[in-house]
């Protein structure tokens, strides 16, 4: 269960009515009577309404007290980056993925990243001396709004500080801002600026920044250690329709912020008892919204071992190439989930990525080939019979060889039923023969089978081709063809009549069918 969970799907196929509804439900039902068991988690809400179904299911499970959800309307107020357990560098380096997250990635050069991830470092550090406080996102936008507002923060720094440690932090502040910030093109320092300013400048919005960067007086929320260790389910309702941009900068910090919580139970239980606590979650629809490398793959690879569980649903594989921009990084991340369930797959990328995964296996195959030695004989291009020959060898042969192919055909996960997936298991100790599985979705009856709902509507559907087709039109013609060649008895004869042979009429479409010959 803590070897992470990827869903994928197209639109409409399911994958969340059917696989992470259903998955959700199991997480919060689990152990819900034992306080000490229960699980706790964070639940990523990208569209507005998958938070009520976790509350729903928290209050089905006798836990709506554990429901705590953060939104611009839930009365939470939280400071996204306020983090005094990091140093100002970590802190930036999470700015900084966020950015990138957000404004693409540019591995051809990567000198923004590198800027963007130093300017905000510096920032947080003359923040946290001028203000005496964390900063917020809406406090690294004014500080970072041109040079001469820095210089302006460094100057209140000055007055403030009093201790050796505070003197030295302002005196490499002072360094980087003289041997380095001075010297730049007087045009690349706004440039330079303008990747954290176009993030942070978001949240100088009244209404976000009363929720997300609130003055440390009216802050309330409680922290994802506190959270985790009470067994809160948090769910972050922050729709895309409505927040934008804010939206995925908000879902990636919190992201990395519930990361960072539960990798430090790690750290946590090697000085103590060795027990990293209670199992947690991490559930996210559209999981390619928020998607950081490298800090996904690090935690994915390490939360089995802080016990907890992930399960990430997205539509296709080309979407995770498309953020990351390297088709070798995106398969570093997905290599670390080590349970998948694909359901209908619409790109040929995710189809063919998902047959190799599964695997090959040997199959038999048979091929035919025909000789003859006859002077004449006629053939049927339709259905591929020697239909007349004069005297003479005709022959066949078969063979049959074993050929290596996929266990499923990339068009096996491009044909799959509403409901129905593909799934490669992996149970804790071995790794399952990928095989077929038929859900359930949460709003239909449990009791009922798969073959009885949407699989009746396909199986009842008609497979023979129909006589108003192409292709039932040639059929009946082949049926019609044949069955003339076996009533004349012999190779029907080219060009005129002998003397005194009546030739036989044809047939009327009427007489073909009362002699039970389909008329095309």
Known sequence: MYTGVLITGATGSAKTSAAQYPFTAQLIHLHAADATRKMGGLIIDANGNYADFVRDQCALAGRLGDYYEVSLTSGVRWNIVGRPDLNAAALGGHIADMIENVQGTSLADPFWHQEAKDLASQVIRVLRLAEGREPTMATLYRAATSYEAFEDYVKIAEK?????????????????????????????????????????????????????????????????????????????????????????????????????????????????????????????????GYTTQPGDGDFFSKCREAKCCAVIATQTYESFV?????????????????????????????????????????????????????????????????????????????????????????????????????????????????????????????????????????????????????????????????????RVGQRPQVGRPKSGRQDRAPETDSQAEQEGTPAP
């Not at 908000?250 to 919580?261: C, P």
């Not at 080939?369 to 004449?376: D, G, I, P, Q």
């Open 160 to 288: 403030r500080v009093s201790t050796a440690e505070q003197h030295d932090e302002l005196a490499s502040i002072k360094f980087w801002l003289e041997a380095k910030a001075a010297k730049l093109d007087a045009k690349l320092r706004p440039s330079i600026a303008a990747g954290l300013n176009g993030v942070c400048s978001l949240f100088d919005d009244p209404k976000i920044r009363e929720v997300f960067a609130p003055d440390p007086l009216f802050e309330n929320f409680k922290g994802f250690d506190r959270l985790i260790e009470e067994g809160q389910i948090v769910a972050l309702r922050v729709p895309k329709s409505q927040l934008k941009t804010v939206s995925t900068i908000v879902g990636t910090m919190t992201k990395l912020n519930f990361y960072d919580a539960v990798l430090n139970r790690l750290a946590r239980a090697e000085h103590g008892s060795g027990d990293v606590g209670r199992g947690v979650f991490f559930v996210a629809d559209e999981y390619d």
């Open 322 to 486: 498309a953020k990351l921009k390297n088709e070798h990084v995106a398969a570093q991340l997905l290599a670390n989930l080590r349970t998948k369930i694909w359901l209908c797959a619409e790109d040929n990328y995710t189809a063919r990525q998902a047959a190799d995964l599964c695997g090959e296996i040997e199959r038999r195959k048979v091929s035919r080939s025909r000789n003859e030695t006859a002077k004449l004989s006629a053939f049927s291009f339709l259905d591929g019979e020697v239909i007349a020959a004069d005297p003479g060898a005709v022959g066949e042969g078969i063979s049959i060889s074993l050929r290596r192919e996929h266990l499923f055909t990339p068009r096996a996960f491009t044909s799959l039923m509403v409901n129905q997936a593909l799934a490669k298991a992996f149970d804790g100790v071995r790794v399952l023969e990928p095989w077929v599985v038929y859900l359930k979705p949460m709003h239909e009856n449990p009791e009922q089978s798969w073959f009885d709902t949407t699989g009746r509507i396909g199986l009842d559907a008609p497979v023979a081709p129909s006589r108003g087709t192409p292709l039932g039109v040639l059929s009946a013609l082949a049926c019609r063809v044949k069955d003339a060649v076996m």
